[in-house]
């Protein structure tokens, strides 16, 4: 069995280019280092280094090796500072997923700080994805938090679902676009015009939901010439593209170029989920239970 420092003597080889340089950023001989990586080779019973190559080569066993050799020493680092940052009291990191329709409003930077205040050894690492990629990242242990667009299609058993609060759509149009002259506009209006974020029923969140609307009134959404699901799709817009339907929250931070109206459709409502899963640390959940309170409006999990 391969040893740690064993581990750590070969990727210093391999990023130095060579056992002399390796053996000064160590302080070891160069010969004792020839002698790891022989042992090394011996345990294996594979070549790992071409050692008459110029400069130094790895084998196929030996890149092999390598690129895992520097994820178990990079896990073995943060288990290191994890314990470190135990002992003095710091409880670690919370991974925080957001779909891009989900922007970081007022309530959740509210949490976010109240929860960083409270544990100022607590890191919080905030990253987009789609809500259906949350769902599954959450159930895998890849993040701790989801905020996500309902509806989120394929539920795990494992994961908490809380809705935490709806918020109504809106009609995002390229400035002078003919529209604009509307106080409220219709969805079925609609039918003729190019969307820069094409909805599809297969797909949750706010895709999902727009798709509903569209067959709710008898028609297909038509895709734009250029399309984007994330949050460039506004971009789109303000570039005369077409449209895009999108929650009052992300048509309050619209770029110049973008006119939006409401709809004119009691349906026309998107909800917002928190998901974690249910044997989730007491780290995580203390930041849910804080987020949840700060939505007068959640209702329970589902």
């Not at 509806?151 to 995002?172: F, K």
Request: hydrophobic share 45%; proline share 6%; net charge positive.
């Amino acid at each position: 069995m391969l040893t740690h420092r064993q581990l750590r003597y070969f990727v210093e080889i391999v990023d130095a280019g060579g056992f002399s340089q390796a053996a000064e950023r160590l302080f070891i001989a160069q010969s004792a280092l020839s002698r790891q990586v022989r042992d090394m080779e011996q345990t294996l019973q594979v070549t790992l280094l071409e050692r008459e190559a110029r400069p130094l080569a790895m084998t196929a066993a030996g890149r092999s090796l390598y690129a895992d050799a520097r994820r178990i020493l990079a896990a073995l680092e943060s288990a290191a500072a994890n314990a470190v940052h135990a002992q003095r009291g710091t409880e670690g990191t919370l991974r925080l997923l957001h779909s891009s329709s989900v922007p970081l409003g007022t309530p959740i930077l509210t949490a976010l700080r109240a929860h960083t205040g409270q544990h100022p050894g607590v890191g919080i690492e905030v990253s987009q994805a789609a809500s259906e990629q949350q769902a599954e990242d959450v159930r895998e242990g890849r993040a701790d938090v989801g905020l996500a667009r309902a509806p989120v299609l394929r539920r795990h058993d494992g994961v908490h679902y809380q809705p935490l609060y709806e918020e109504p759509l809106m009609l995002a149009l390229p400035v002078g676009h003919a529209l604009t002259g509307h106080t409220r506009i219709g969805v079925a209006a609609l039918r003729a015009e190019r969307f820069v974020a094409t909805p599809h029923l297969e797909r949750g969140g706010l895709s999902h939901r727009v798709a509903e609307l569209c067959r709710a009134q008898g028609f297909q959404p038509q895709p734009a010439a250029v399309r984007s699901r994330k949050w460039s799709q506004l971009a789109l817009v303000a570039g005369g593209f077409g449209i895009a339907i999108v929650p009052r929250s992300m048509a309050e931070q619209a770029p110049a170029g973008v006119h939006c109206l409401p709809l004119d459709d009691p349906l026309a409502v998107s909800g917002v989920l928190a998901m974690w899963r249910h044997d989730a640390p007491e780290l995580v959940q203390r930041f849910t239970r804080r987020l949840v309170k700060l939505f007068p409006g959640a209702t329970a999990p589902i």
